[in-house]
């Protein structure tokens, strides 16, 4: 069996990319994206509206994660018309790439490190910290980790979070911040003003609460869960976060299509430049990583995985308010 530095040179070979693969990849979601955004607009029927929208939030979450991989550097690295599309896309989807790129990476370098966990990530308290903590420290906490925080991560992770916050601490770094949230803001007024609140509603306001709110459920999730481990200093390894703090999402092809293969978060954290699109050709061939920790979106796995709050040391698990 593989370990270390040795089973992350075997994924090095899937880390390369096809360009038209992912060009394809790229365009024919975002022209389902306008096809979706235009039937919300202009549709004869009401319910067809309602379609449209729903589906331009599940869009809008696989093209999310399809820019996430560009930033990664797993797909089209070396093309300037990609990065500067999916700069305006990172702008449009209100995760700009100046604290994208700052938080994410260093979310994966320092993944399940207990000092370090809550940069790029959801806050982790050892049970000792929460019970010595202020009352408002522990609401703070507990409010960031709430299920309808999570529920509305467009407001809270994505609009404050990924623009107006890292704006207002740093706005020399992440001016573009401010952008996306003008532009934001632009784009309700224009819908308003031309199409009504109705369009405001089904072409912004649906389509980015669905995709903010699955999208920031997937992220905690993958990191939060049962049997999920966090370290110390001493006991921490890449390899090791990556397995053994980071699930695998276990779903059916229609979400695994538009989550594009995220589930398969512990082998995308084991090597980050692996193209989505080729990371189940990498559990199905790589015999190390075929026995993850698995999630999975049945409500009674996101139930369990929602009630976790804190890290026990002494059990070497998180653990809900129940038993603190």
């Known amino acids: 069996m593989r370990t270390g530095k040795e089973l992350i040179l075997a994924t090095k070979p899937y880390a390369v990319d096809s360009p038209a693969r992912s060009w394809w990849h790229v365009l024919s979601t975002t022209l389902l994206l306008a096809a979706a955004i235009a039937g919300s607009l202009w549709n004869v029927h009401l319910a067809g509206k309602m379609i449209c929208s729903l589906f331009s939030g599940l869009l809008i979450l696989r093209l999310f994660v399809i820019y996430h991989d560009q930033q990664h550097h797993a797909i089209l690295s070396h093309s300037r018309l990609a990065e500067g599309l999916m700069r305006i896309f990172g702008i449009l989807a209100l ?54 925080t999570i ?7 994505f609009l404050y979070g990924m623009c107006l916050d ?103 954290h084991l090597n980050a430049r692996i193209p989505f699109y080729r990371l189940p050709e990498v559990l199905a061939k790589i015999p190390e990583l075929k026995a993850p920790k698995t999630i999975s979106l049945r409500p009674v796995d996101i139930v369990r995985c929602l009630r976790l709050k804190v890290w026990d040391v002494e059990a070497q698990q998180m653990v809900g308010l129940r038993n603190i």
């Not at 993944?111 to 308290?125: D, T, V």
Request: glycine letters at 6%; aromatic letters at 20%.
């Open 95 to 148: 995760s700009p790439s100046s604290i994208w790129r700052s938080s994410h990476n260093y979310h994966h370098k320092h993944n399940s490190k207990l000092r370090s966990a809550h940069i790029g990530s959801f806050p982790i308290m050892t049970r000792a910290e929460y019970l010595r903590s202020s009352k408002g420290v522990r609401f703070k906490y507990l409010f960031m980790r709430h299920p309808l």
């Open 151 to 157: 529920l509305f991560g467009y407001v809270f992770a």
């Open 166 to 268: 890292p704006f207002f601490n740093n706005p020399r770094e992440h001016f573009d911040c401010l952008v996306a949230f003008v532009v934001h803001v632009l784009i309700a007024v224009a819908l308003t003003y031309f199409f009504g609140w109705p369009a405001l509603l089904l072409v912004q306001v649906i389509p980015h609460f669905i995709g903010c709110a699955i999208g920031t459920y997937l992220f905690y999730a993958q990191h939060n869960f049962p049997g999920v481990s966090f370290y110390d200093r001493a006991g921490w390894a890449y390899e090791k976060a990556a397995l053994e703090s980071s699930s695998y999402l276990k779903t059916g092809p229609l979400w695994a299509w538009f989550t594009a293969n995220i589930g398969y978060h512990h082998i995308h």
